[in-house]
């Protein structure tokens, strides 16, 4: 009975885990460059442990910590933490951490582990590894649609502009994007009305 109470809760935790996903990240800018990672589940997730690094893909390199609620979204940045919140003009809702020296590279990779060094999310990019891929120089990337998050497919990813569904603005320096806040593609949106108007009809 108890191990199988340790396997259920085990079993529940890299559920959660892995709800955590790459949503956006710049690796060259007037600004600083800067990944973006978001709790796509419905309950918060501790951090404490967790680490980022890019293709050396070596866990524990960039610590991470906080709690991350429920939809909302965490940055790592080349920047200072205030630095990067004044350009793209964030409130403290939005984790950030800053002076982040892993710096990204045109061709680089992102990695995610969690407290158990487990690989949790991925993301290989480079437009001229991939020809036809999106470079991010003063543009952020984005999962082009639901089925690009957390698959590691760089096809499917695309630049951020100014009044696009996932509604990027420009920072003060120039630079465009949406850090901290992720909206889903259109198609995802839809999925997700749905599914609520579902869940609403079963409980009433």
């Not at 951490?97 to 892993?102: L, S």
């Not at 003063?138 to 590691?152: E, F, L, M, V």
């Not at 994007?177 to 259109?186: D, F």
């Amino acid at each position: 009975m108890m191990k199988a109470m340790i396997l259920a809760v085990s079993v529940t935790a890299a559920a959660a885990n892995a709800n955590i996903r790459i949503t956006e990240y710049m690796y060259s800018g007037t600004g600083g460059e800067f990944i973006e990672i978001t709790n796509l589940g419905h309950s918060a997730i501790d951090l404490t442990g967790w680490s980022y690094d890019d293709d050396s893909r070596t866990p524990g390199s960039v610590m991470l910590s906080g709690v991350l609620g429920r939809g909302r979204s965490l940055i790592l940045t080349e920047d200072s933490e205030a630095t990067f919140r004044a350009a793209w003009g964030l409130g403290l809702n939005v984790l950030v951490v800053g002076n982040v020296t892993h710096n990204l590279g045109r061709a680089d990779e992102i990695n995610i582990y969690d407290a158990g060094a487990n690989l949790i999310d991925r993301l290989t990019y480079g437009d001229q590894v991939f020809p036809g891929t999106i470079r991010t120089q003063g543009r952020s990337g984005n999962p082009g649609n639901p089925g690009a998050i957390g698959t590691n497919d760089i096809a499917s990813w695309v630049l951020s502009f100014v009044g696009d569904s996932f509604g990027s603005w420009t920072s003060t320096r120039g630079d465009i994007g949406n850090p901290g806040t992720h909206i889903p593609s259109p198609g995802a949106a839809a999925l997700l009305c749905i599914g609520g108007l579902v869940a609403t009809r079963r409980r009433r």
